[in-house]
């Protein structure tokens, strides 16, 4: 099925570096949200992103809604071990309006 | 309950084998829905219910995959003659009004077929 193409797939970084992931469509979606997946759990929503242009922060995490609608990209500073997971971008929009797609997924590994 | 309730954890299935899915959501959510989630890969939708109707089925891979909710509450998936390629999590989510608003998930049955 199609899915959103999702970058890095994986990143090492130092405790206290700041990270930065993106996604990319070649359809539109009217919302962007980016989840975190860790192992043997659900994704959990840490932010959902509802207008082109906007600009939203949760805590340490600020992500971005493309204006072109096609595009979005999550940072985290000041990375902590508890970051650690797999980070997905989702879109949601279209016809089908209880579907989201989902990316592959970027797995960051925080080394203390 | 406090969070979207999913059963069982784990499930072994013989090649042909029926299985049963279930998921309780949280308490007065009217949407629900069905993810398959391949090893190594982001979740992929299947179905989509809004009360007891089922709005949208367009993700399911086969007729072999049935699911339903008919009092608009606990919803259950079920894969009929499973197929090794059926190996997957099965993740079901709530949320309280539309699709996009507090997507809560659960943690999911992973499914292997042997």
């Known amino acids: 099925g199609q899915q959103l193409n999702q970058s890095p797939q994986s990143m090492f970084i130092q405790e206290g570096e700041d990270v930065s992931m993106n996604c990319t469509s070649s359809?539109?979606?009217?919302?962007w949200l980016w989840y975190k997946q860790d192992p043997g759990e659900g994704p959990v929503l840490l932010i959902a992103?509802?207008?082109?242009?906007e600009l939203t922060s949760n805590g340490r995490l600020t992500a971005q809604f493309g204006i072109t609608r096609k595009d979005s990209f999550l940072n985290i500073s000041a990375s902590i071990p508890s970051d650690v997971g797999i980070y997905f971008c989702?879109?949601?929009?279209?016809?089908?309006?209880?579907?989201?797609?989902f990316g592959q997924g970027t797995i960051l590994t925080v080394h203390p | 309950g406090a969070g979207v309730s999913q059963s069982p954890r784990y499930k072994v299935a013989k090649r042909g084998q029926d299985v049963a899915l279930r998921c309780d959501p949280i308490s007065g959510h009217v949407s629900l829905f069905w993810y398959q989630q391949a090893l190594g890969q982001g979740p992929e939708f299947l179905t989509y219910?809004?009360?007891?109707?089922?709005?949208?089925k367009s993700g399911l891979p086969s007729d072999r995959f049935f699911a339903e909710r008919p009092e608009g509450s606990v919803s259950t998936l079920k894969i009929q003659r499973t197929q090794q390629e059926d190996s997957a999590v099965y993740l079901c989510a709530s949320s309280l009004v539309g699709p996009l608003y507090g997507y809560t998930f659960g943690s999911g049955t992973r499914l292997t077929v042997v």
């Open positions: 992103l509802y207008k082109a242009g």
């Open positions: 219910f809004q009360n007891e109707a089922q709005l949208d």
């Open positions: 359809s539109i979606f009217n919302t």
């Open positions: 989702a879109g949601a929009g279209g016809t089908s309006y209880g579907k989201l797609t």
